[in-house]
């Protein structure tokens, strides 16, 4: 797991509401090759699970959990 803190001066409460757990679930796909030379691409596939707490005082918390990356062949 990951996590960081971060304090601004800049309102997020627009946004999110301090107290509450936002959850993302991330995937993403990145992808690689010579088309002239091959049909082939390769590459790295990352997902995962991302929570967003911003706390009374302004600090907000991202913690990135449960993240997996694999090796992808098309």
Do not use: N
Request: with cysteine.
């Amino acid at each position: 797991m990951v996590s960081c803190a971060v304090r601004t001066s800049v309102c997020v409460c627009a946004v999110f509401r301090p107290g509450v757990e936002y959850i993302y679930r991330y995937e993403s796909e990145a992808l690689t090759g010579i088309r002239t030379v091959s049909d082939q691409l390769s590459g790295i596939k990352v997902r995962a699970t991302v929570k967003v707490q911003i706390h009374r005082d302004g600090a907000t918390l991202i913690k990135v959990c449960q993240s997996t990356c694999s090796v992808v062949q098309v």
